[in-house]
């Protein structure tokens, strides 16, 4: 009987810690990026969103075109990591990364 106690109390905390440590995992840069310029909470960035972006490494407003895939005047999450993938993939194709 206290194997079985012992074995439930033991398989309990592993699964609350895997658990914990799964809750925990950072987002992507995007997902960041993306959570901060969604003002409104859509789940997309509007022009007008973009255009108040602060100026930063990547330049949404200047991009705004070349990402919204579908041109429907908002980007969503997968344009953007449509667009970055695109950029990653031609950099690591010119050597830089």
Known sequence: MKKIFVAAILFTALSTVKTYAQDQQPKPK???LFQKLDTDGD???SKAEADKQ???RF???EKFDAIDAN???YIDKEELKAYRKSQKEKREAAGKK
């Open 43 to 45: 789940g997309k960035i």
């Open 54 to 56: 602060e100026k930063g």
């Open 30 to 32: 995007h997902e960041g």
């Open 71 to 73: 041109k429907d005047s």
């Open 59 to 61: 330049n949404l407003k």
